[in-house]
C-alpha cells in the first residue's frame, strides 16, 4: 500500500476541488484526507494501492469544472492510514 502527500496549488478553492477529490478517492476506494490550506492550497494524504494513487495525481492535475491547477507536488506521507474511508477536513 502507498501513502502519498499530495499539494495542489492554483485556483483550487472555492470551486468544490475537495468535494471533487472526495468522489474521485471514493471510486478508488482509497482512505484518506482533503483539506483547504490558509496558503490557498489543498493538500490530501491518501493510501491505496500504488497504481491508484497514479491514477489519482493524473486527476488532481485535471481538477473539476472552475478550478485552474497550476502545480500539483507529491511526496510520501507520513501518519497511519485511516482504518477506512476518504473524508474531507
Same mark, same amino acid.
Given at each position: 500500500? /502507498?501513502?502519498? !502527500? ?6 483550487? #478553492?472555492?470551486? @468544490? ?5 472526495? $468522489?474521485? %478517492? ?7 484526507? /482533503?483539506?483547504? !490550506? ?6 490530501? #494524504?491518501?493510501? @491505496? ?5 497514479? $491514477?489519482? %495525481? ?32
Amino acid at each position: 500500500m /502507498a501513502a502519498v !502527500r499530495y499539494l495542489v496549488s492554483g485556483r483550487v #478553492q472555492g470551486v @468544490g476541488f475537495r468535494m471533487f477529490v472526495l $468522489r474521485t %478517492a471514493q471510486q478508488l476506494q482509497l482512505r484518506g484526507w /482533503a483539506r483547504n !490550506r490558509a496558503d490557498g492550497t489543498v493538500e490530501i #494524504q491518501a493510501w @491505496g494501492p500504488e497504481a491508484l494513487m497514479d $491514477r489519482l %495525481a493524473l486527476d488532481l492535475h485535471r481538477g473539476p469544472q472552475g478550478a485552474w491547477v497550476e502545480s500539483v507536488t507529491c511526496e510520501a506521507a507520513t501518519g497511519e492510514a485511516p482504518p477506512e474511508g476518504f473524508t474531507i477536513l
